[in-house]
Nanobody
């Protein structure tokens, strides 16, 4: 099992940048797909980005492609989400998730471990 703790959320203005971090503990981090999801009030949890265990393969939601970058540092057991050109529509609680598989997935039900979430609020 992997324990995940997100950090880096906050209140920013439209157009600003923010970097989220997710620190993982547990022996399986380097062999796990890692993903970021978000959930806005009254909406379902949605896929944002995922990265393969090696970091070489990334997947993005169309809504964030070109603005967000997911990366990982297996030596530090940390996955990052660099967010640029933020929009009010990006406002949500952002969750880090781990999947005990080598295949990235956009389906949140296929992830095994979850962090507690970090709030990102983008004002217009």
């Amino acid at each position: 099992q992997v324990q995940l703790v997100e950090s880096g959320g906050g209140l920013v203005q439209a157009g600003d940048s923010l970097r989220l971090s997710c620190a993982a503990s547990g022996r399986t981090f380097s062999s796990s797909v890692m993903g970021w999801f978000r959930q806005a009030p009254g909406k379902e949890r949605e896929f944002v980005a995922a990265v393969s265990w090696s970091g070489n393969i990334q997947h993005y939601a169309d809504s964030v492609k070109g603005r967000f970058t997911i990366s990982r540092d297996n030596a530090k057991n940390t996955v990052y989400l660099q967010m640029t050109s933020l929009k009010p529509a990006d406002t949500a609680v952002y969750y880090c998730a781990g999947r005990r598989s080598y295949t990235p997935s956009r389906d949140y039900t296929e992830y095994d471990d979850w962090g507690q979430g970090t709030q990102v609020t983008v004002s217009s």
